[in-house]
């Protein structure tokens, strides 16, 4: 992802972030009856300074969603549209939101995935991502930082 840039997401952007989201999650949405909507409030997590989007030639290839939590940083949201997925962008926005939770002085990272997700959990257990709870189809998970 050479031609990818990272920067943070404008109020212009919002409704190119939800379609990217739908259309990352689109095939789980018709086969999951669980799945939250994946899209929703996308200009108020922006206005709130929580959204980064990866661009190339100014199309939004990706976002990424961080919501400060007491202790940790949360990863609320992360999508690559299917057009641009297998060529290490979501490994490149997870490297950037770690990033950002160090400049932001924390020293540990959640999320929640989808049990229906695989793939989304073999990524974060390669990237050192630990599963710490199940509870129905959710799994959280967390990363201690290292200092870089």
């Known amino acids: 992802m050479n031609e990818s840039r990272i920067r943070k997401a404008q109020l212009a952007d919002a409704d190119a ?3 990217c989201i739908e259309a990352a999650y689109a095939h789980y949405a018709k086969i999951l009856s669980d799945l ?3 899209s929703e409030g996308c200009a108020d997590e922006i206005g709130k300074d929580r959204v980064w989007v990866a661009v190339d030639n100014n199309e939004i290839l990706g976002c ?8 940790e940083m949360k990863l609320a949201n992360l999508a690559v549209h299917p057009d641009h997925q297998g060529k290490g962008l979501g490994r490149e926005l997870i490297t ?7 400049k932001q002085g924390f020293h540990a990272m959640t999320l929640n995935t989808h049990a229906a997700m695989p793939k989304n959990l073999q990524l974060y257990t390669r990237l050192e991502w630990e599963e710490v709870s199940r509870k129905a189809n959710t799994i959280s998970m967390r990363k201690i930082l290292k200092e870089t």
């Not at 950037?96 to 160090?102: G, K, S, V």
């Open 64 to 71: 990424l969603f961080l919501v400060p939590q007491a202790v």
């Open 96 to 102: 950037f939101a770690q990033n950002e939770a160090r």
């Open 17 to 19: 972030i939800a379609v």
């Open 36 to 38: 939250p909507p994946v």
